[in-house]
């Protein structure tokens, strides 16, 4: 599985939290302790936002994050009060740039760790959610460009969670009706470079690990842990989501995905 995080808050450079820590993410793409394998070595990526441009900064890499010198140098020079950092462990698409997150449209960035079902039974399904207008943004053959580019399709850009929602109930049903026994693990970050949304969700109960700091008025959300001292580290429950918004405190609260409604007959 994949591990990532994101951060909202006072002006930083990126090195402060995704190069130093002692299980900073370089540590994590060969060391991670809470995902299925602890190696993470398909592609790296950073996304920043900067109040010199309306759209965020991204770097993306299919190097393993160990062997890439110039994220250690990026993030000692890159400062933001939002950003992105991810390291990919493929779930069996191709290693290529187009396939490392984040990914980005206009001002909004995503990126993900999970499932989604057995891909290929459901790809064409899903793809098929994504409207005409953002479908040639569709570069990669990953599960999660699509599932962002559904959630654009869906009304991201006026209803971030509702949107959300409402692809993770028809991508769940999908799956659901595919036959396979494999589920839904959706643990995403979705930014407009002013609020930050987290999600953690999972169509059984094997969400993927995610937690959170409120640290005074910066939001610092993670995969794992970036040290060994779980005293400050909240875990994010299941079925929950995480709003960060410049002026309010952190909220988390439900994030619920509802089974389609049947319509009534005659």
């Not at 999600?199 to 993927?208: E, I, P, V």
């Amino acid at each position: 599985m994949c591990r990532w995080i994101a951060y909202r808050g006072e002006e930083t450079a990126l090195e402060r939290y995704v190069t130093a820590p002692d299980h900073s993410l370089i540590h994590q793409s060969l060391h991670a302790l809470e995902s299925e394998g602890s190696t993470n070595g398909d592609g790296f990526g950073l996304g920043w936002y900067s109040p010199r441009a309306t759209e965020p900064g991204i770097y993306r890499e299919i190097r393993p994050a160990w062997s890439d010198d110039n994220v250690r140098n990026l993030c000692r020079h890159i400062r933001s009060k939002l950003f992105f950092a991810h390291i990919r462990a493929s779930t069996g698409t191709a290693t290529t740039r187009p396939n490392c997150h984040p990914f980005s449209y206009g001002p909004w960035m995503f990126m993900h760790n999970g499932q989604i079902g057995e891909w290929p039974l459901i790809r064409r399904q899903v793809e098929a959610l994504i409207d005409d207008k953002f479908y040639p943004c569709r570069i990669g053959t990953t599960d999660s460009e699509a599932v962002f580019l559904a959630i654009l399709s869906a009304g991201l850009e006026n209803d971030p969670i509702g949107a959300t929602a409402r692809t993770m109930t028809i991508v769940t049903d999908l799956v659901k009706k595919s036959g396979t026994e494999r589920p839904v693990r959706f643990t995403a970050a979705l930014s407009d470079g002013q609020n930050l949304f987290a999600f953690r969700y999972a169509s059984d109960d094997t969400a993927t690990s995610l937690y959170y700091r409120d640290i005074g008025d910066a939001a610092l959300i993670v995969s794992e842990p970036l040290d060994m001292d779980r005293t400050f580290w909240n875990p994010v429950p299941a079925n929950s989501l995480i709003i960060a918004s410049q002026g309010k405190k952190l909220a988390v609260q439900p994030f619920a995905v509802e089974p389609p409604q049947l319509r009534a007959v005659g």
